[in-house]
């Protein structure tokens, strides 16, 4: 099982992405979590280097594949982010956060909100994984009208998308205070 949702739809190169808060393929700690189960809904700081050459812009991403939805859940959806910009601290997929670049586009999550939202696992599903993508981009921007979903903004990234990197990190319902 892949941890990269764009793996069976859009083929791309890989890049690095990491952050400073968790270890791919580690938990993610309460700090990145939903309010409802003592987290502080704090998207994580993350880096990306070794991207192509002709990269215009980058795109951001958080999924949940195991949401029990049949299509996975969409956390943050960032688009627009300028090809010169290579990391975001922590917290920057707050609500009018000043550490997202002039510009940058965020579309609504799974919630209808345009912001980061932490994970938040039902009761009894298990083990999560939340994909954090970055995709580098051929073209400055993409121009989507900002009341849309990220499906609108995977579908232009299918056409614009030179390759992409991703960081995954678990919680389990468990964990996240669900008996």
């Not at 949702?5 to 859009?10: E, L």
């Not at 939903?34 to 990306?48: A, C, E, H, R, V």
């Not at 956060?97 to 009761?123: E, F, K």
């Not at 994984?129 to 121009?143: G, I, M």
């Amino acid at each position: 099982m892949t941890d990269d949702p764009y793996a069976s739809v859009t083929p791309a190169p890989s890049f690095d992405v990491r952050s400073d808060d968790f270890t791919h393929g580690g938990e993610l700690p309460v700090e990145l979590r939903d309010p409802d189960i003592g987290g502080k809904q704090t998207s994580p700081q993350l880096s990306w280097s070794g991207f192509p050459e002709g990269t215009r812009s980058f795109a951001i991403t958080c999924y949940d594949p195991d949401a029990p939805t049949g299509i996975g859940f969409m956390h943050w959806a960032v688009a627009n982010i300028p090809a010169t910009v290579t990391s975001l601290p922590a917290g920057a997929g707050a609500p009018g956060s000043p550490d997202l670049p002039d510009g940058v586009l965020t579309l609504p999550n799974d919630v209808r909100l345009s912001q980061y939202v932490g994970p938040n696992p039902p009761p009894a599903s298990g083990r999560h994984r939340y994909v954090f993508v970055v995709h580098a981009v051929d073209v400055p921007v993409l121009e989507i009208d900002p009341g849309l979903t990220p499906t609108v903004l995977g579908f232009n990234l299918h056409f614009h998308t030179l390759a992409r990197g991703h960081v995954t990190g678990w919680v389990d319902s468990v964990e996240a205070g669900h008996e």
